[in-house]
């Protein structure tokens, strides 16, 4: 099988292309390179796919319609699609609210077009995220719990890709899945997040930034079993059942939500440093929890989530220390 990966520079893109390449499939990833956060560390990503057979590479934007029928017109082979390319960021999308508007609504209307198209395809999976779930405050979140209230332009843009891909299914009888991530981290991870951001503080002696005042819990998700979820979503596409659109969303998430404090005392452990705190109000478009229910990921294709905190900070650490030479 050929598969369409989009992000393919990204934090979750480059590791899902490499679980792939690991299984035999075949990979044309799409990635613009833009500098949201460091090029540096999206091309030395995309160097190590790169290096591996089964692999082409194609620089660039999702939101070019034209440009993107032309990399699909050449690989009408392609059974599948993996759209993970973004703008990521809440904090970012209050400075600059147009950059999501293309990349998360303009893109993704590109990649429903190129599924619509494509004669060969099985199954199309797309990132959406746990911020649909907005002032929500009954935790764990499930699919079922209403995302009407996002709190930020992000959120509202990927609820918004949740339903133009329902309208597509619907209208074209095309099988595609969106996957609710819930807080990524682990080795190559986004410099932006707050794993990455708290290491490198701690190590630099600066204070970080701790907002609610600490009171703040998150669903940390290993990246592996991050892959391991795009990946067997992948293989179970959406059944048609009592008439409904062949469109399904699921969580993907470590279903244990864990105290911010805790998991910057897992850091401090793993550094062998402590931590100076800049206690902070909450910040727009934040909320204090998440929590993943994963019940129906587990039933409809087995996702079971293996890597703790405990497990996950220190390959992070470890790896950043390689990487930067910290």
Partial sequence: MTILVTGAAGFIGSRTIHALLDRGEQVVGIDNLNDYYEVSLKEARLQRILARSGVSFVKVDIADRDAMMSVVDKHPDITGIIHLAAQAGVRYSLENPYAYTRANVEGQLVILEIARHLKNLKHAVYASS??????????????????????????????????????????????????????VYGPWGRPDMSALIFIRKILAGQPIPVFNNGEMARDFTYIDDIVAGVLGCLDHPPVVADGDAL????????????????????????????????????????????????????????????????????????????????
């Fill in 130 to 183: 746990s911020s649909v779930y907005g002032t929500n405050t009954k935790l764990p979140f499930a699919v079922e719990d209403r995302t009407d209230t996002p709190i930020s332009l992000y959120a509202a843009t990927k609820k918004t890709t949740e339903l133009m891909s329902h309208a597509y299914s619907h209208l074209f009888d095309i099988p595609l899945t969106g996957l609710r991530f819930f807080t």
């Fill in 247 to 326: 469109n399904r969303v699921y969580n993907i998430g470590n279903n244990n939500t864990e105290p911010l404090m805790r998991f910057i005392s897992v850091i401090e452990q793993a550094l062998g440093q402590k931590a100076e705190i800049d206690f902070m109000p909450m910040q727009a478009g934040d909320v204090p929890a998440t929590y993943a229910d994963i019940e129906a990921t587990r039933r409809d294709f087995g996702f079971e989530p293996k890597t703790s905190i405990d497990e996950g900070i220190p390959k992070l650490v470890e790896w950043y220390r390689e990487y930067y030479g910290a």
